[in-house]
């Protein structure tokens, strides 16, 4: 069984993160799988085809820029469309999966769609599945597209997510014409040995970095005046903060205050930690469950995304976290939030279904048999 899986990054890391976080477990179930990235290359996260990346030029997404920071043309993108049908063709899979797209990425079509026509030609055609993750940014006037693609492309849609917490109709609207290719796995979250985590400290992390600026300043003012001001807090920055930003926050940072830019452990120390002080991206909320940590959820909700504060809400509404609207965040809001986490019961073991990785490879290993 040979599986290639495309994925594109084009801000934060999560969407790779997820995508390599599931091809493991497919290959660990047997299968053979090629990961394709289009996106910057990350420590850590090893693929094993890595196109031109492109990565967004800002929040808006508008503008798509190469490895330097150049905006790509068109000239570029046929080529890179012409290396991605290449090693498709070279893996000779049995299956094509497609992360997000239709229902993101549309930035991507320029090579998603000659790779699914492609995909439509050979002689055994390939099953054809989209990775899609628990909440979409479904826009006016989409949906009946969007449908139209899958209708055409694609066998099934792998949802990762719990429809206890988040039933896919919820953000796509026209899910149910779609029904029947669609198939729940549960949320995608490494299994990671217990660490060695300093006990009781609070980590405040912003994911891949790109937006949580504010939330890190935030947390250094409102320590003070906390309950657990006298934990140690270590505040995460992230890969994609700026040189700049993080210096800045070093140097505001007192005693009993630690600022890094990442940690390889991050998900054992969450296991050991007093409190999680994050925004509300998949995997850091996937993992954060997954520790059962009581958790304090900041969504990022700038230029109008919604996903973050949807799921936060979600889940807060279930039990599972505290939640601060980022709109609402001031360190005196903040400090009285994270008063309200603390003495938070412990989030249940069974809340959400955390077995997506190990349910995707399942499923792949029966559509294949």
């Not at 289009?38 to 094993?48: E, K, N, Q, S, T």
């Not at 934990?231 to 505001?252: E, H, I, P, Q, Y």
Request: net charge positive.
């Amino acid at each position: 069984m040979k599986v290639f899986f495309y994925v594109q990054h084009l801000l934060g890391i999560g969407h790779l993160k997820r995508a390599s976080t599931v091809a493991r477990a497919m290959r660990e179930a047997g299968i053979q799988v090629t990961l394709a990235s289009g996106g910057l290359p990350l420590p850590g996260i090893p693929v094993d085809v890595q196109l031109a990346p492109m990565s967004a030029a800002d929040m808006t997404f508008r503008s798509l820029v190469d490895q330097g920071g150049r905006v790509v043309d068109d000239e570029w993108k046929r080529r890179r469309a012409a290396t991605l049908i290449d090693v498709w063709r070279a893996s000779r899979a049995d299956a094509l999966v497609l992360e997000l797209f239709p229902f993101g990425r549309r930035q991507m079509r320029f090579e998603l769609l000659p790779l699914l026509e492609d995909a439509q030609r050979v002689a055994k055609r390939p099953l054809v599945v989209c990775s899609v993750r628990d909440v979409i940014q479904s826009k006016p006037g989409r949906d009946e597209e969007t449908v139209g693609l899958v209708e055409r492309y694609f066998d099934r849609v792998m949802v990762h997510g719990d429809p206890r917490v988040v039933p896919f109709e919820r953000t796509f609207a026209a899910a149910r014409r779609i029904e029947s290719r669609v198939h729940y796995t549960g949320y995608v979250v490494d299994e990671v040995p217990p660490g060695n985590g300093s006990r009781g400290e609070v980590l405040v992390s912003a994911g891949g970095g790109a937006v949580g600026k504010r939330l890190l300043e935030t947390a250094l003012l409102a320590r003070e005046h906390t309950l657990l001001r006298g934990a140690t807090w270590r505040l995460l920055a992230g890969v994609n903060a700026s040189d700049a930003d993080f210096r800045a926050l070093s140097r505001k940072a007192g005693p009993g205050v630690i600022v890094e830019r990442s940690r390889d452990d991050f998900q054992a120390m969450l296991g050991a930690a007093a409190l999680s002080i994050s925004q509300a991206g998949y995997n850091t909320v996937a993992e954060t469950l997954k520790a059962r940590v009581r958790a304090l959820f900041v969504p990022f909700a700038g230029d109008g995304e919604s996903e973050q504060p949807l799921r936060a809400g979600l889940l807060a509404a279930r039990g599972a976290a505290t939640m601060l609207p980022e709109d609402q965040l001031s360190p005196a809001n903040l400090a009285a939030a994270v008063n309200r986490a603390a003495k938070a019961p412990q989030p249940s073991a069974d809340i959400v279904d955390l077995d997506g990785a190990r349910k995707s490879a399942e499923l792949m290993k029966q559509w294949l048999s």
